[in-house]
């Protein structure tokens, strides 16, 4: 069965620190692509990033990066420099076979502090 | 493109009412999706639609659950003889029909909040 597990519940940083949020996912498909959504307060998903199975290279954007790792089945996101705006719940997911749907983790609650 | 809508943002019925949801895709996608999410957790996949075929029911989707997709534009969500464990925040999403469907990117509408007393 598929799975994405987001192990930390919360985390509490201070403005300009840098964050690690944590993705690991289980699939037995070959090809399947990886997301991150991040959920302000204001409830409305926001797609971050895709990446698919066949690229493990790492993607900057901003202050945001991904580092993907096949061999341990982890998609981890990095805010560097974290600012107030950066609060909200962030959501990695795995796509399901054809169907496009997504499998999302239980999220990661950052809370960043002035 | 306003993006994905949904109707009514927030209702509040009493337990063994009828409730129904619509959700207003961007025009040119070809999916439809519905999601729950209840406090605390991710959201959880209950059906989605390629234009106006369900393709797709989730086992959280119980008998009281239906969703249609009529002409293959809006969707609607209905929820018949509403339980309090019905409580969550339903969210509708679409996206294009790209050549491999796992690569597609869902847009999410804001969401419509079911209290139930």
Request: glycine share 6%; hydrophobic share 30%; proline share 4%.
């Amino acid at each position: 069965a598929q799975k994405v597990t987001q192990a930390q519940t919360e985390i509490s940083v201070v403005e300009k620190e840098d964050v690690t949020l944590d993705c690991v996912y289980e699939t037995r498909d070959t090809t399947y692509y990886l997301f991150w959504y991040k959920q302000p307060p204001s409830g409305e998903l926001v797609f971050l990033i895709r990446r698919n199975s066949f690229d493990e290279q790492n993607e900057i954007s901003g202050r945001y990066s991904w580092n993907f790792q096949k061999s341990t089945s982890s998609f981890n996101f990095t805010i560097t420099a974290s600012q107030v705006v950066d609060s909200a719940v962030y959501f990695c997911a795995l796509s399901e076979g054809n169907t496009g749907k997504l499998i999302f983790g239980q999220g990661t609650t950052l809370q960043v502090k002035p | 493109d306003t993006g994905v809508s949904q109707d009514p943002r927030h209702k509040i019925t009493k337990r063994g009412q009828n409730v129904t949801f619509r959700c207003d895709p961007i025009s040119e996608h070809n999916r439809l999706y519905w999601y729950r999410q209840t406090l605390g957790q991710g959201p959880e996949f209950l059906t989605y639609f390629q234009n106006e075929a369900q393709l797709e029911k989730s086992r959280l989707l119980s008998d009281r659950f239906s969703a249609e997709r009529p002409k293959g534009s809006f969707s609607t969500l209905e929820i018949q003889r509403t339980e309090q464990g019905d409580s969550a925040m339903y969210l509708c999403a679409s996206s294009p029909l790209e050549p491999l469907a796992g690569a597609n990117v869902l847009t999410f509408g804001a969401g419509s909040r079911l209290t139930v007393l």
